[in-house]
């Protein structure tokens, strides 16, 4: 069998044995775009990393493209079609991928039942018809193969994705919604006529570009409880073994007025520098009822450290988003950041986007040891997060931490080089050493 038949053959059988099922609220959705009962997810999958995009309507129908107007139309996604085909995409760092075409660069059409399994649609998104549920999804391709080698992967939300419950005093509008802490912490900043990038100079705070609220102020009394879709273990595989992160609006002291185009690599921190911060106290349970389990003697979410949502490049501007799910090192100190530049205290983020990072093994040692251990993957863990504050907090988001190679992400089975995903990167590999024979060899 020739080889590009074999690897059809292997494309088709992975994409039959597909057997995961996700919805909506499993999903990190970028923004949502439209408004009505009827929804529709379309994945965006530029190969390194993928997004997801919400689309709402009521009444009459709906296309694929207009789910992509819709979404080109509310945010920073932009992409270029003509005469029904699709061209390029642009969004998150990535520019005009798919400007040279086939066969090197192109752009492939999916549909989807249940955002796992993927089949081309037999038409064009012009006349692919949406219904309330749908799925559709771009993947960007760099050969020439049929059926295209690279399927979409759906980006699966590590963030809190449940409201359990809440009760207030909160903040003044837009302060005042508990439901603003659901899914990806803030990213860019609408603040009048102009944007801002979130960063641990300028905190997450007014409304996003789409006027959607960003995070809630907790007055005295109040609490909110999350939940996430997914247990959130004690893994010690995650890096220094920190298990979740809490993100809220804490600042770093600084040495003037930010900017949107403020120069970071010319805009410095204070000697000695200070965090603006409200603590947080941060409580666990496994189940919704409680028990609950409190960080009573910290860390304090809202404090330590301030969100970073972007890398700082070398052209002197803002490039791609840092990691919400990996935190920071926690043996550094405020101390560390004394007199750097932002860009400079970007690099000791050391490509985390910061917040404050909680390891259940911090816990009393009696209320780790009630947590019970999950059978499957022989760690403690717990599902749901309460918040409280007596000094006006503020929450922007909850994370768990997560890692290529943990027990929720391990490496599928034929991922070579260990990157979580089996692609032609390993295929090149095995071929490569194909027939290579070390033991009782011909």
């Known amino acids: 069998m020739a080889l590009k038949g074999l690897i059809n053959l292997v494309l088709v059988c992975a994409i039959a044995a597909s057997a995961s099922a996700y919805k909506f609220n499993d999903v990190v959705v970028e923004y949502w775009a439209g408004s009505g009962g009827n929804e529709a997810v379309v994945v965006i999958d530029f190969g390194a990393e993928s997004f997801a995009f919400g689309y709402r309507w009521d ?61 081309d649609p037999g038409e064009g998104f012009a006349t692919r018809k949406l219904s309330n549920g749908s799925w559709d999804a771009w993947a960007h391709q760099t050969t020439d193969d049929w059926p295209p080698l690279h399927l979409p992967t759906t ?29 990806k912490p803030t990213t860019f900043i609408k603040d009048g006529s102009k944007t801002f990038a979130c960063s641990l100079v300028y905190p997450a705070c007014f409304t ?35 298990d979740f992160i809490v993100f809220g609006n804490s600042i770093f002291e600084s040495s003037g007025w930010v900017e949107p185009d403020t120069d970071m690599n010319e805009f410095y921190l204070k000697t000695p520098t200070n965090i603006y911060a409200e603590r947080i ?50 043996n550094l100190s405020i101390s560390d950041f004394d007199g750097l530049s932002v860009a400079a205290a970007i690099e000791l983020y050391n490509g985390s986007a910061g917040g404050t990072g909680f390891d259940l093994k911090w816990l009393d040692p009696d209320d780790y040891a009630a947590l019970a251990v999950d059978p499957e993957s022989g760690h403690r863990w717990i599902q749901y997060i309460k918040v409280t504050s007596e000094e006006f907090g503020e929450v922007d988001a909850f994370a768990d931490v997560a890692c290529c190679g943990d027990y929720k992400h391990p490496y599928p089975v034929g991922d070579i080089n260990k990157d979580c995903r089996v692609d032609m990167t390993d295929f090149a590999m095995m071929a490569g050493h194909w027939l290579d024979c070390t033991w009782d060899c011909p």
């Open 208 to 242: 996003g570009p789409d006027g959607s609220k960003l995070i809630v102020t907790l007055d005295t009394g109040a609490e909110i409880v999350v939940g996430f879709d997914h247990k959130v273990a004690d893994d010690p595989g995650n890096p220094y073994g920190i």
């Open 155 to 183: 980006p699966i939300n590590d963030f809190a994705s449940e409201i359990v419950s809440y009760s207030g005093p909160f903040g003044p509008s837009p302060y005042d919604d508990p439901y603003s802490v659901l899914g």
């Open 59 to 119: 009444g009459g129908i709906k296309y694929g493209i207009d789910l992509m107007d819709a979404v080109a139309a509310s945010g920073a996604l932009d992409y270029t079609e003509s005469g029904g085909f699709l061209n390029t995409i642009s969004y998150g760092g990535y520019s005009n991928v798919g400007q040279d075409g086939w066969p090197m660069d192109w752009w492939s059409y999916f549909v989807s039942s249940n955002g796992d399994s993927w089949i």
């Open 281 to 330: 106290t941060v409580s666990v349970a496994q189940d919704p009822n409680g028990p609950w389990y409190s960080f009573s003697g910290g860390p304090y979410a809202d404090t330590n450290f301030p969100t970073n949502a972007f890398a700082w490049d070398s052209s002197g501007d803002w490039s791609n988003e840092l990691d919400w799910l990996m935190p920071l090192d926690p």
